[in-house]
T-cell receptor, first 115, second 116 residues
Framework: KQEVTQIPAALSVPEGENLVLNCSFT??????LQWFRQDPGKGLTSLLL?????REQTSGRLNASLDKSSGRSTLYIAASQPGDSATYLC??????????????FGTGTRLQVTL | GAGVSQSPRYKVAKRGQDVALRCDPI?????LFWYQQALGQGPEFLTY????????KSGLPSDRFFAERPEGSVSTLKIQRTQQEDSAVYLC??????????????FGPGTRLTVL
């Protein structure tokens, strides 16, 4: 059974700092790795999706990497802003019947960016 | 619609009551997922539909949980005889099906269920 772990559970950084969030998974047989953002009381917003054949994806100040062999993914946030404060979840797309993968989530990293 | 919508956003039920939670996926999306998120935890998979077919219901915690998607669009998650441990946020997600297993899943805002 796939298990996903995120470290650290919480992180507080001053505005402008670069930071890295870590995600590890136990089964390397994944189809994709997706990073989400969740604001309090809200649903999940997809940030980046890395296909299993890819090594990284970038969107603006965000860069996500994937190393299937070691079971790790990282989300790099450059020049953090107070608006980046949220919980960040990673999810591994695992085998499923049909044509879509189902997601196994970590418990998230709660990020606070202070002024 | 522009995104995945869910209703109601909040539901309070007395223990033993039946509840029905609705999900409207993005128009044309083939795949639909239900997840359950307990407080302080990541979402956990409940069930998956491809069009109207329920292909995976391995995550449903008990036979009190039932999901349907009769016309391949709107889906309903029903919980019978609710228990306090059913209190959670229920999230619905959809994906287009165009990229197969590498599809991005788009999530709705969730329904927060509180069972008293």
């Amino acid at each position: 059974k796939q298990e996903v772990t995120q470290i650290p559970a919480a992180l507080s950084v001053p505005e402008g700092e670069n930071l890295v969030l870590n995600c590890s998974f136990t089964d390397s047989a994944i189809y994709n790795l997706q990073w989400f953002r969740q604001d309090p009381g809200k649903g999940l917003t997809s940030l980046l999706l890395i296909q299993s054949s890819q090594r990284e994806q970038t969107s603006g100040r965000l860069n996500a990497s994937l190393d299937k062999s070691s079971g790790r993914s990282t989300l790099y946030i450059a020049a953090s802003q107070p608006g980046d404060s949220a919980t960040y979840l990673c999810a591994a797309g695992v085998i499923n019947t049909g044509t879509a993968s189902k997601l196994t989530f970590g418990t998230g990293t709660r990020l606070q960016v202070t002024l | 619609g522009a995104g995945v919508s869910q209703s109601p956003r909040y539901k309070v039920a007395k223990r033993g009551q039946d509840v029905a939670l609705r999900c409207d996926p993005i128009s044309g999306h083939v795949s639909l997922f239900w997840y359950q998120q307990a407080l302080g935890q990541g979402p956990e998979f409940l069930t998956y539909f491809q069009n109207e077919a329920q292909l995976d219901k391995s995550g449903l915690p008990s036979d009190r949980f039932f999901a349907e998607r009769p016309e391949g669009s709107v889906s309903t998650l029903k919980i019978q005889r609710t228990q306090q441990e059913d209190s959670a946020v229920y999230l619905c997600a959809s994906s287009s099906g165009l990229a197969g297993r590498t599809d991005t899943q788009y999530f709705g805002p969730g329904t927060r269920l509180t069972v008293l």
